[in-house]
């Protein structure tokens, strides 16, 4: 009986188990993404709803704006002024910016910030926009 050889595909057979027991660095987030407001949206009742979530912000921190179909949110955390041992709070400025749904009614607004949860809910318009057909120009 013939005993076959399993071939090495790796010179240094450890190779992939290392790798693969290192921490998951490029998981983590970037800096970027420390300081964007983490966000869900959806449609309820005719209104277009958009959930932040912002804990251990004082409501008097956050801003909401509408402005040519588009929602922001800014928030701010100021950093306390103490001698500190370790810290993984993020401070600074943080804001997100959604487009608002077609026919979204930028009057109808309101907000309610609750438990580290910040909800903005935008009436939508009644009126839906038909479809128009667009006629093509052909040169010669």
């Known amino acids: 009986m013939t005993t076959l050889a399993r071939k090495q595909r790796f010179a240094f ?9 290192l921490p998951a660095r490029f998981a983590m987030p ?22 932040a979530e912002l804990p251990g912000m004082a409501p008097e921190d956050i801003d909401v704006f509408i402005s ?39 009057d109808d607004v309101k907000a309610d910030y609750t438990d580290g949860m910040l909800t903005v809910s935008v009436g939508l318009g009644t009126q839906k926009q038909e479809a128009k057909h667009v006629e093509i120009q052909h040169g010669n």
């Not at 964007?36 to 277009?48: L, S």
């Not at 179909?69 to 910016?97: F, N, P």
Request: no cysteine; glycine share 8%.
């Open 13 to 21: 057979p450890e190779m992939p188990d290392w790798f693969e027991n």
């Open 30 to 51: 970037t800096m970027g993404d420390l300081y964007t407001v983490r966000i869900e949206d959806y449609t309820q009742d005719g209104r277009y709803v958009m959930r």
């Open 68 to 106: 040519d179909g588009v929602l922001t949110v800014q928030a701010e955390r100021s950093e306390q002024d103490i001698t500190k041992s370790h810290s993984e709070i993020r401070y600074g400025s943080m804001s997100r910016s959604v487009s608002l749904p077609p026919g979204a009614d930028e």
